[in-house]
């Protein structure tokens, strides 16, 4: 079992950056694929990117590519969002997740373990 926990969100002017982190415990980071999930208000939480756990290759929702990046540090337990060129679309709950199999899959229901979120607004 692993529990993870977010941090980085904030506020931020369009076109700006902020970078999120997700600390992971209780169990080796290495042995599950990342992603990382957006709720806004009223709407389904959504997939915005993943990462294998060897951090090789990487996955993202197309409203994203280019702007965002995900990363890992398998070493430190932690994984990273750096999000980039900020629009206000992108205002919303951010959510961690920790994933026990192996193949890539964008829903929810793939992934086993979520942290309790950040939110991060961006203003017009």
């Known amino acids: 079992q692993v529990q993870l926990v977010e941090s980085g969100g904030g506020l931020m002017q369009a076109g700006g950056s902020l970078r999120l982190s997700c600390v992971a415990s209780?169990?080796?980071?290495?042995?599950?694929?990342m992603g990382w999930f957006r709720q806004a208000p009223g709407k389904e939480r959504e997939f915005v990117a993943a990462?294998?756990?060897?951090?090789?290759?990487?996955y993202y929702e197309d409203s994203v590519k280019g702007r965002f990046t995900i990363s890992r540090d398998n070493a430190k337990n932690t994984g990273y969002l750096q999000m980039n060129s900020l629009k206000p679309e992108d205002t919303a709950v951010y959510y961690c997740?920790?994933?026990?199999?192996?193949?890539?899959?964008?829903?929810?229901?793939?992934?086993?373990?979520w942290g309790q979120g950040t939110q991060v607004t961006v203003s017009s």
């Open positions: 997740a920790a994933a026990r199999g192996a193949v890539h899959d964008t829903s929810v229901r793939a992934y086993d373990y």
């Open positions: 209780g169990s080796a980071f290495s042995n599950y694929r």
């Open positions: 990462i294998t756990r060897s951090g090789v290759y990487t």
